[in-house]
């Protein structure tokens, strides 16, 4: 069923389906401009620009170069110095949330509270030991 919603672009009202996330007027300007980003790539020239030289000589918004970077729209295969920024640190990714360098903290923080709680677990284990009072 679809939701009624405001555009974040225009601000005009439109039935949000899921499909899309701005109403049908500012999707096409978004397919627009995707068309001009397009053919600006495929130009073997321009196959290799940077996010900041597809901005200066296309005028599109750098959000809308990685949103389409991260839905795969433009693929970094093909255009290798594309990519979104990682939401850890800022810098460039071409999968996933977080960049090779914050996944590789995040993977290194995780084995280290894993061997920290095993840790606290094995001295909880050998606490547990048997005790005896002395009652006589």
């Known amino acids: 069923m679809a939701e009624l919603r405001n555009c974040p672009m225009c601000q005009e009202f439109f039935n949000y389906t ?11 300007k978004e397919e627009d401009m995707y068309q001009v980003v397009y053919r600006f790539l495929r130009k073997r020239e321009n196959r290799a620009a940077n996010i900041d030289r597809i901005v200066e000589a296309t005028g599109v918004e750098r959000d809308l170069l990685y949103k389409w970077v991260r839905k795969g729209r433009l693929h970094p295969a093909t255009f290798p110095s594309l990519g979104y920024p990682c939401d850890n640190c800022g810098h460039l990714t071409t999968k996933g949330k977080l960049c090779d360098k914050c996944q590789g903290e995040l993977k290194a923080d995780l084995r280290t509270f894993e061997a920290a709680k095993e840790f606290r677990e094995d001295v909880v284990r050998r606490d547990r ?4 009072s002395d009652k006589r």
Not at 18 to 28: D, F, I, N, P
């Open 18 to 28: 899921g499909l899309r996330e701005v109403c049908h007027k500012c999707a096409q």
């Open 129 to 132: 030991g048997t005790y005896h």
